[in-house]
């Protein structure tokens, strides 16, 4: 079966650090840009960056709100994609979804999200 | 970055009803828009993409159109498993961006 799964989320303090894994399985996860959005409780939907996949130019991209805080990586022979998140501010709370990007046309695919909470 | 301006907010209507919801990019994004379906605790559901090419799997009911800043997705006879908020995103450029969402409730 195709799907994505999202596993790290919890309860974190502000400051602190915290990594979320998105887990391919059923197709060719090394072909594919990985894609991460977030939604805050009760808000609409925010683009948090992505990386690429087997493919020349800039690996990554972030959203002003995380660049520089924020890192996604990814290991292919595992099939999973990271988002390493620093120095988290309340505002970080959020669902965090991955979603499979390029050659893949506009998010079709989506795991089924995991919850950080950042609060003292 | 390129804003999503989505309408209405919020919207009731029956059973039945058709219904259409707006989506305005302050800049051209040529076909580059897709609308998604979420319902509560669920991951958004892509309903269409390149603005009007239906999911596979998606009832006929659902359509898209428009192109360059303005798009609309119409329901043409709602049914009671599409009450659900919807938003609209373009991906032509980066960031991608979202519309604030519909809520779709049952008058």
């Known amino acids: 079966e195709v799907q994505l799964v999202e596993s790290g989320g919890g309860l974190v303090q502000p400051g602190r650090s915290l990594r979320l894994s998105c887990t391919a399985s059923g197709f060719t996860f090394g072909d594919y840009t990985v894609t991460w959005f977030r939604q805050a409780p009760g808000k609409g939907l925010e683009w948090v960056g992505l990386i690429r996949g087997k493919t020349s130019g800039e690996p990554t991209e972030y959203a002003a709100s995380v660049k520089g805080r924020f890192t996604i990586s990814r290991d292919d022979s595992k099939s999973i994609a990271y988002l390493q998140m620093n120095s988290l501010k309340t505002e970080d709370t959020a669902v965090y979804y991955c979603?499979?990007?390029?050659?893949?046309?506009?998010?079709?695919?989506w795991g089924q999200g995991t919850l950080v909470t950042v609060s003292a | 970055d390129i804003q999503m301006t989505q309408s209405p907010s919020s919207l009731s209507a029956s059973v039945g009803d058709r219904v259409t919801i707006t989506c305005r990019a302050s800049q051209g994004i040529s076909n580059d828009l897709a609308w998604f379906q979420q319902k509560p605790g669920k991951a958004p559901k892509r309903l269409i993409y390149a603005a009007s090419s239906v999911q596979s799997g998606v009832p006929s009911r659902f359509s898209g159109s428009g192109s360059g800043t303005e798009f609309t997705l119409t329901i043409s006879s709602l049914q009671p498993e599409d009450f659900a908020t919807f938003y609209c995103l373009q991906y032509n450029s980066y960031p991608r961006t979202f519309g604030q969402g519909t809520k779709l409730e049952i008058k």
């Open positions: 979603t499979r990007d390029f050659p893949a046309v506009a998010y079709e695919l």
